[in-house]
């Protein structure tokens, strides 16, 4: 009803043309009189005068009763069916005798104009109590959100409504950003589904597990797996269909067992420690003075105490991740001189194993911003990636090179055994093992999701190539340490530029770190 206040306003402003008109004619009288019937002094006061009064009396009259009783009529139907107004009867459309077809014409279509809106409002609010009365809607055991185009909630059940510990009010015709917070495991974030399912799906659907959601005014946070289904065309408005399904209490067991490894595993620091030191002073002192058979073991003590040392790292900086305590120092650093020290400090395993590994580092290289000991992780995880799936290839390829981009790229190829093409995209996932190899090769699943999350901190990408039974490419970008931000530079490499790394990411852009 707002656009039929509007017209009314616009009429009124038409009246007041219409009565200025009057006053014009009075003036043009008097120049008319005095410069075209060039009468004297006393006749043109009369004359005027005579002019005047008829002028004052008799035109306004009638363009009062005659010009403007189009205007009236149509102002009239208006008030008539306005909202704000009561008790004004319709306009008697047959004493109308100035453009009678054109306004009946007008007043016909302010009528239906009045009866569409009045259909919306009422089919809009018969959508919103079909919604809230619906049976499965609001019998369905789990917590259910519908969306409209415009990403607003148009109905939430009541298991919704408890398990995001919300009021109706205060959710319903809400922005769903600004009711769920979720945070996920990667970049395949709600949000970006939603948008890329719009630009190119009438329908889709996805699914996602543990995903994170802390309710306003809560200290706990809920995890949960989210169905989605989006269908463009719904002829009720209703585009988007959330589900939950709740899985904190599985999933809150799973990161207090982080949390209890890594306590437990803080304490092997120290005799590990003892250990490799103990395992490179004898390497030094019985050097040449061991036969080859104590030396094959002295090799495989040394890289076994390597492996654990990295296995120890790693689960403590993935608790760091999840707790968002894992702090990076990026300086300028030499990148040929990271990458050759964590070849060599892995070539004794790989030596171990039978196999080589070749290096094909680019000369000329810029300096790149980067914390020299977690970027030193991820190398050695893609080395000891490559020398697990090696099989029986007896080769490992690491290469450094500078991007189109001015990035300096870094792969570790392997030829082994390669990775079906259905698990590529879960290999950075925490936890995540393919099950084809899982019982014949040992690890945890949580060296590459720490990877991702050191080289994302850094500001750079990681990704795979890989064909089953021919092997896999793993590569990552680091960025010069000219490109880093100008106001983010110190000046002062011992200090450095601090850059946290997170496990979780924010669904919507205006939420994300």
Excluded: C
């Amino acid at each position: 009803m707002n656009h039929l206040q509007k017209l009314t306003s616009q009429f009124r402003v038409h009246v007041f043309i219409v009565l200025l008109f009057d006053n014009l004619i009075v003036l043009a009288d008097w120049w008319v009189a005095e410069h075209v019937l060039k009468l004297n002094g006393y006749e043109l006061i009369a004359a005027v005068g005579v002019v005047s009064v008829f002028t004052l009396t008799f035109l306004p009259w009638v363009s009062a009763r005659y010009l403007t009783q189009p205007t009236r009529i149509i102002w009239q139907a208006i008030l008539h069916i306005a909202p704000d107004t009561a008790n004004t009867p319709a306009p008697d459309l047959k004493h109308n005798h100035l453009g009678k077809d054109l306004i009946t014409s007008l007043v016909t279509h302010i009528y239906q104009l009045a009866s569409v809106a009045e259909s919306v409002d009422r089919l809009s609010s018969r959508k919103h109590i079909e919604l809230q009365t619906d049976f499965v809607a609001n019998s369905l055991p789990l917590p259910l959100m519908i969306l409209d185009k415009d990403n607003n909630v148009l109905f939430a059940n009541s298991n919704m409504l408890k398990y995001i510990q919300r009021d109706a009010d205060a959710t319903i015709g809400q922005n769903v950003y600004s009711v769920l917070d979720m945070s996920f495991t990667n970049e395949h974030t709600f949000d970006a589904w939603l948008n890329q399912a719009r630009a190119n799906k009438p329908v889709d659907t996805a699914t996602w597990e543990r995903v994170r959601l802390t309710p306003p005014d809560s200290k706990t946070t809920l995890q949960f797996d989210l169905a989605a289904y989006y269908n463009r065309g719904n002829p009720q408005g209703y585009q988007t269909m959330l589900v939950f399904f709740d899985h904190t209490d599985q999933y809150s067991q799973d990161d207090q067992a982080i949390g209890f490894v890594a306590l437990a595993v803080h304490e092997l620091r120290t005799p590990l420690t003892l250990l490799r030191g103990y395992v490179e002073a004898f390497e030094e002192e019985l050097s040449g003075k061991l036969d080859p058979e104590l030396a094959g073991f002295m090799s495989k003590m040394s890289a076994a105490s390597q492996q654990l040392a990295a296995f120890v790292n790693n689960i403590l900086n993935v608790a760091r991740i999840e707790n968002d305590q894992l702090e990076l120092r990026l300086s300028e650093q030499n990148w040929p001189d990271i990458v050759q020290s964590a070849v060599n400090d892995m070539s004794l395993r790989a030596q171990v194993r039978g196999i080589a590994l070749e290096t094909d580092i680019a000369k000329d290289l810029p300096p790149v911003g980067v914390d020299r000991v977690s970027i030193y992780e991820v190398i050695t995880n893609l080395i000891d990636n490559a020398i697990k799936y090696s099989a029986d290839s007896n080769r490992i390829v690491i290469s450094t090179q500078l991007t189109h981009d001015g990035d300096v790229e870094t792969t570790v190829r392997d030829f082994g055994v390669g990775v079906p093409t259905a698990a590529v995209g879960n290999l950075f996932d925490k936890f995540y093992r393919n099950h084809r190899n899982r019982s014949q090769i040992g690890g945890t699943g949580l060296g590459l999701y720490l990877s991702k999350a050191i080289v994302s901190a850094h500001g750079g990408q990681i990704w795979v190539k890989s064909k089953e039974g021919e092997g896999s490419t793993f590569g990552f970008t680091v960025l010069p340490y000219a490109k880093l931000a100008a106001e983010q530079k110190t000046g002062d490499n011992n200090s450095g530029i601090v850059h946290s790394a997170h496990g979780w990411i924010k669904n919507h852009s205006m939420y994300r770190r």
